[in-house]
T-cell receptor
Framework: DAGVIQSPRHEVTEMGQEVTLRCKPI?????LFWYRQTMMRGLELLIY????????DSGMPEDRFSAKMPNASFSTLKIQPSEPRDSAVYFC????????????FGQGTRLTVV | KQEVTQIPAALSVPEGENLVLNCSFT??????LQWFRQDPGKGLTSLLL?????REQTSGRLNASLDKSSGRSTLYIAASQPGDSATYLC?????????????FGKGITLSVRP
């Protein structure tokens, strides 16, 4: 398997624009996580899905953020409208929840909002 | 509040030294603990996963231990090499496997000097 695949790898956008980040989890995994990493706050969990259903979105900072998982092989994280303070690296991770719930991360999307 | 702490934030050692990276967590009712490596500008690579019923895991020169009663985990790196230079993050999972989400420490940036 190619691992967790995220796109784009880098995104530069102007304040106020809509941004969509994409993630393809590892085939067969049933949990998917979106994290945000900044120097100040480290890695923070934004939202996670289990069997395509959102389980906990308490980490989503504002209504400007939304996430979907229409099927087991695809998820999106959308920011509308984007703001400079949204600049960060966004990671997607997936796992297969059994007794060994090891999480695997994608390479991340570096978002810069100017 | 469930928190994960890693101290110090940075560490520099000469090549060949055996070293220990520390991780502490606030709630002993942990489900699992995972150690990751992150190279600059890259994603997270899973190193070791320890389930709550286990006390340690080994992979090559790496050994991770878990002491739930004291709220601590350590990552032991034997015979360190310059290629080990990276940021090491530990992450704890408190929910059950069906809702397993990881809370991360801020990481320890390791530099191994030739």
């Amino acid at each position: 398997d190619a691992g967790v695949i995220q796109s784009p790898r880098h995104e530069v956008t102007e304040m106020g624009q809509e941004v969509t980040l994409r993630c393809k989890p590892i085939s067969g995994h049933n949990s998917l996580f979106w994290y945000r990493q900044t120097m100040m706050r480290g890695l923070e969990l934004l939202i996670y899905f289990n069997n395509n259903v959102p389980i906990d979105d308490s980490g989503m900072p504002e209504d400007r953020f939304s996430a979907k998982m229409p099927n087991a092989s695809f998820s999106t994280l959308k920011i509308q409208p984007s703001e400079p303070r949204d600049s960060a690296v966004y990671f997607c991770a997936s796992s297969f929840v059994t007794t060994n719930t090891e999480a695997f991360f994608g390479q991340g999307t570096r978002l810069t909002v100017v | 509040k469930q928190e994960v702490t890693q101290i110090p934030a940075a560490l520099s050692v000469p090549e060949g030294e055996n070293l220990v990276l520390n991780c502490s967590f606030t709630d002993s009712a942990i489900y699992n603990l995972q150690w990751f490596r992150q190279d600059p500008g890259k994603g997270l690579t899973s190193l070791l996963l320890i389930q709550s019923s286990q006390r340690e895991q080994t992979s090559g020169r790496l050994n991770a231990s878990l002491d739930k009663s004291s709220g601590r985990s350590t990552l032991y790196i034997a015979a360190s090499q310059p290629g080990d230079s990276a940021t090491y993050l530990c992450a704890a999972g408190w929910d059950t496997g069906a809702n397993s989400k990881l809370t991360f420490g801020k990481g320890i940036t390791l530099s191994v000097r030739p």
